[in-house]
């Protein structure tokens, strides 16, 4: 080993401080802020949710209609993270493409896309009217709006999480007499199922956390992002505190789901 | 029976190419190859998990080229075993298994019942192999496809599971396709051996006649041949000239006398390879050494004096150099020990005409 110079190894150290200097800049940005929400609001978040009924009601119709976003892109968004995963077909980087496009685009812009389509002046939106279901401002509003803007993520999780699996598994057993239905259920979904819980676990945080194309679609009823923007517009940043600690509260729930499912014995996450 | 007709598969940038052989029914086949040669992708498009480019797939007669693989009765092992990580050893052992009382047997008969009860997680590679060996075997397949099966065991479990495999093959009447880049296990257990290299097939056949009569001195260079020597034929006779009578016909492969002049050496040898340049191929093993001359029935004899000896366990391998040809000759151990060789002896390297392969 050779040994440094007395001045390069000044440089070296004065390098290493200024990089912890920066990372710890860093950390304390993103942590500040919701570690101050916490602290200042979080009990009273906590209290004012047995006295405040709106609030009860938003939380339960976040928790709701997240739940129900991540159902429907499990079911929807499985199998195509599967085909992305597993087939060379033509069209695949489109539809790759087309998959992640939701989370290129502002979040507002996505809302003023989905009323198009689902409104009710729309084609789909006046058709699903006249059989009783409306969409734009309502509860399924928000769960097309929630649907829309995190199931990429879903997909996308999903689809590294089945690319993880090595094809030679499914090819084994294809080989001891199982269509490939049963090898998908009997060895590809066991192997991949954490990452595909940690996927859904993500789109439900999304989901929850999604205010841009909620607000356009369906302002009310109100989810917990809404309701905070509007306490905070209608009556100042004291109001929109323990809404707004209460939502992070909600959203640390899949965090520690998350963390739970790495520290758990197995396969990776 | 595994028949491949002008077979050609690729995976991302490698191509195997107008693959054809034929490994009859019962039959145990064994392809050879360095590493890259295409065996595992081989495997993989008769066992149906690789699409085709073209070619066709026959098993036990029967065209199975668009037959999914869980429809062509075959068992599979790869090297690396495979083995669902979150099952148990029993569990996927049991996952294909023709029945309850299969699944015991093979258990029993590759010597796997202690492991039933353990993950696949906490196996050795060694351990990892045998339970794949035993899951694939419980299925009852009429073909048996193994990629480097005993690839992680030890010595001694390598020669009592190969010979498990080899009774069970025998028993069950299975046809066996084997994939190895060892030479002796594919002359220990081959009825047939096929040689892949850039995959395409190099050539194929009884293993004794691959491993004898290579068809090019690539493959002679490719299957260990120490001695390869460039030179030029010269057809003596075309009838059967003295030294082979009484030979197999099947080794004389024609009966034609020939000279095969290599540098300052001359080589007599029979065969049917016409005038013009060509290799001879001579195996060490074919090579005798001795001190005298001595009465023998060689052809060829040549004195020289030993420029390397390399001992490798009971072989050893000595070069004697003639008139600046070297000549390696395969002995026991023990024999040179008998002869007293060392480097710069002078000897007699001696082997018969029959010993000589032209290509």
Redesign the interface.
């Known amino acids: 080993m050779t040994e440094q110079s007395p001045s390069r190894r000044v440089v070296h150290g004065a390098a290493s401080v200024v990089v912890a200097l920066c990372a710890s800049i860093f950390l304390l940005f993103l942590v500040a802020p919701i570690a101050e929400l916490v602290t200042s609001a979080g009990a009273r978040g906590v209290q004012q949710l047995g006295t405040d009924g709106e609030l009860r009601r938003a939380l339960g119709l976040t928790a709701l209609t997240a739940s129900a976003a991540t159902i429907l892109g499990v079911l929807g968004g499985t199998p195509v993270a599967y085909l992305l995963a597993r087939h060379e077909f033509r069209g695949r980087a489109i539809i790759a493409a087309l998959v992640d496009l939701p989370l290129l685009i502002p979040h507002p812009v996505a809302g003023i896309a989905l009323l198009l389509v689902l409104g009710r002046d729309s084609a789909v939106g006046g058709s699903l009217l006249s059989m009783g279901i409306r969409v734009a401002g309502s509860t399924l509003g928000i769960v097309c709006a929630m649907l829309f803007v995190s199931a990429p993520l879903y997909v996308s999780a999903a689809r590294e999480s089945f690319a993880r699996v ?1 094809l ?2 499914e ?10 239905w049963r090898a998908f259920r ?2 590809t979904l ?2 991949s199922l954490r990452g595909l819980v940690a996927a859904a676990v993500v789109m439900w945080a999304r989901a929850v956390s999604e205010f841009g194309a909620i607000v356009v679609l369906t302002y009310n009823p109100k989810v917990l992002s809404v309701l905070s923007y509007d306490r905070f517009t209608s009556f100042g940043l004291p109001q929109a505190l323990p809404v707004a600690a209460a939502l992070v509260l909600l959203s640390l729930i899949p965090l520690i789901i998350l963390r739970a499912l790495r520290y758990e014995r197995g ?1 990776d996450v | 029976m595994i028949e491949l007709r002008a077979l050609s598969a690729r995976v991302g940038a490698f191509e195997l190419h107008d693959i054809s052989f034929a490994v009859p029914a019962g039959q145990y086949g064994v392809v050879i190859g360095p590493a890259g040669s295409g065996k595992t992708t081989l495997l993989e498009a008769i066992a149906g998990v690789l699409p085709l480019r073209s070619g066709t797939v026959m098993l036990g007669g029967a065209d199975a080229t668009m037959l999914p693989p869980e429809r062509r009765s075959l068992g599979f092992v790869y090297q690396h075993g495979y083995l669902f990580p979150h099952l148990s050893v029993e569990e996927n052992v049991a996952y294909g298994a023709a029945s309850a009382e299969s699944a015991r047997e093979v258990t029993a008969r590759i010597s796997v019942e202690h492991l039933r009860g353990r993950m696949v997680r906490s196996l050795s590679g060694g351990e990892r192999q045998l339970v794949a060996i035993a899951r694939a075997l419980a299925t009852r397949p009429k073909i048996l496809l193994l990629d480097e099966p005993f690839s992680a065991l030890d010595p001694r479990r390598r020669v009592a599971v190969r010979r498990e495999v080899r009774a069970l093959h025998r028993e069950w009447g299975m046809t066996v396709l084997q994939v190895t880049h060892d030479f002796t296990e594919a002359g220990l257990l081959g009825d047939l051996a096929i040689l892949l290299d850039g995959g395409r097939v190099l050539q194929w056949g009884a293993p004794d006649i691959v491993f004898r009569h290579p068809a090019s001195p690539y493959i002679a260079d490719f299957l260990g041949a120490e001695n390869v020597l460039a030179g030029t034929v010269k057809v003596l006779a075309d009838f059967a000239p003295d030294w082979v009578e009484g030979a197999p016909p099947e080794l004389s492969r024609g009966h034609r006398a020939i000279e095969f002049t290599t540098g300052s050496l001359t080589l007599y040898t029979v065969g049917d390879a016409a005038d013009g340049a060509a290799y001879a191929v001579i195996r060490a093993d074919e090579i005798v050494l001795s001190a005298e001359p001595g009465a023998t029935s060689a052809r060829n004899r040549f004195r020289g004096a030993i420029t390397e000896i390399a001992t490798l366990g009971a072989l050893t391998r000595v070069t004697v150099e003639v008139d600046g040809t070297p000549l390696v000759a395969a002995l026991t151990t023990r024999s040179v020990g008998e002869l007293g060789l060392k480097m710069g002896t002078e000897v007699w390297a001696s082997f018969k005409a029959l010993g000589v392969h032209l290509c």
Do not use: Q, S, W
Request: charged share 30%; proline share 17%; aromatic share 6%.
């Open positions: 090595d030679r598994y090819a084994v057993a294809r080989t001891l007499g199982d269509p490939p009997r060895v066991p192997l396969l």
